[in-house]
């Protein structure tokens, strides 16, 4: 299976601006720019999508890993924030923090620990990261 995507820009780095597209149609020609990546501008940036992402594919993997356990959760909220900081004369992503409420009837807290520790060890975008994932998790 291949997903694919695209970038367009035109200019220099700070005053130029772009887009990206995805081959699904969900992202079509959506802007980006300097000003909505290093700043607070309208559009999307890099690290926002690899933040959606992350969240997405951690609570899909959750999901998997309670239903292995014969749980269903009637609720699965992951909010994931991507941190970009000035390091080594350039920028890196210095953490992936995920921050998951959930409800899960009839889930003990040691059956919530293990599916939620084995979906951040086995969502594969978890697996491309090469830096710190953080997790918090609440169970309801």
């Not at 830096?131 to 309801?140: N, V």
Request: aromatic fraction near 6%.
């Amino acid at each position: 299976m291949q997903r694919s995507a695209s970038a367009h820009w035109q200019g220099d780095l700070k005053s130029g601006k772009g887009t990206l597209s995805t081959a699904s149609g969900t992202l079509s020609t959506t802007p980006y720019s300097f000003h909505s990546r290093f700043e607070h501008g309208a559009g999307t940036n890099p690290e926002e999508l690899l933040a959606a992402a992350h969240a997405g594919c951690f609570t899909m993997a959750l999901s998997a890993q309670l239903a292995g356990a014969g749980l269903t959760a009637s609720s699965l909220e992951t909010t994931c924030t991507i941190s970009l900081e000035q390091k080594d004369g350039g920028w890196g992503i210095t953490e992936s923090h995920l921050a998951l409420k959930a409800t899960v009837p009839g889930a003990s807290k040691e059956a919530f620990d293990t599916a939620v520790n084995n979906a951040k060890a086995g969502c594969p975008v978890s697996k491309l990261y090469n830096t710190k994932i953080t997790l918090d998790a609440q169970l309801s």
